[in-house]
């Protein structure tokens, strides 16, 4: 219960766009931060909702909490949802950071991975993660590598998928060949589930 009161408060203070929601969870996450007894879930959800429309006086706070966090979950809470924030400056910052000493080379693959999710910069993160793909390879454990492209399941327009297949068909993972493949069969599967349910969704919420 407490997972899903997180779940939904996220979903009504993002997707609901409700601005006494927002409210809200930015003063959780202020009490959250100073130590105050609240939910972890509640706690999560406000700190995600809080990158989704923050700015960059929010951006600087959580990146400091990469390092004043009281607990490695804290800082790790804030770590991860530096991908959500939606101004492009900020977000080419962050990717760029993580390929320095800024993010543990462990934590750099699954922070990429993220960013590739974000609604409106995700392709911006994509094209980075191809970019930079030998020093990734380098710097990454090769088992961390499946992760960094696990965010691809996102991208769900045709020609972000066709750019993604092209893109491995000359850039293996052969140390995860099967997951790779299922990852890309996911992406195609939400290609077409988009394609599909766009018209019918389009009609129904203008109405």
Known sequence: MRALRGALAQALAILGDDPEAK??????????????AIDAHLASAAVQVVATNGDAADFERFWGMLKDGRTPQEQLRYLFALPRFRTSELFDRLLAASLTDDVRPQDAPFLLATATTNRDLGERAWRFVADHWDQEMERF???NIISLVQGVRSLTLPEQQAEVSTFFQTHTIPQAGLMLDQTLERQRIGVALRERATPDLTTRFSR
Not at 23 to 36: H, K, N, T
């Open 23 to 36: 409210a809200q969870m930015r003063e959780l996450e202020g009490e959250a931060r100073e130590g105050g």
């Open 141 to 143: 454990a090769s088992s």
